[in-house]
């Protein structure tokens, strides 16, 4: 009876099938890694984005509102503010002192 050597071989894999082997576990590896990199600095991309829209927020509630030109058209503008600072105030930007003192100069 003869032996065939090669397909359907057992045993431990060959050199090559070794270094095949290998190579997916490394390239598998790399994709992942490549993955986890590119997933954190998207996070840290929106959270900069947000950190920059908060402070735009804060800094125009903080800014002086412009003269109004009509008195019917500036209080309509004043209501505007007015939600405007309130719906700051509900999700934390303005505390309660900054909306008094905001609401105060809109209102004088």
Request: hydrophobic residues 40%.
């Amino acid at each position: 009876m003869l032996m065939r050597r090669g397909i359907g071989r057992g045993g431990r894999p060959g050199l090559l099938g070794m270094a095949a082997r290998t190579a997916v576990v490394a390239g598998t590896a790399t994709a992942v890694a490549g993955g986890v990199s590119r997933h954190q600095q998207s996070k840290q991309e929106e959270q900069a984005q947000a950190e920059a829209y908060q402070q735009q927020q804060a800094y125009a509630a903080a800014a002086p509102a412009p003269a109004p030109s009509a008195p019917a058209e500036g209080m309509d503008d004043k209501i505007a503010q007015i939600k405007q600072l309130a719906e700051l105030h509900d999700q934390g930007i303005l505390t309660d002192d900054e909306f008094a003192t905001q609401k105060a100069k809109l209102l004088a």
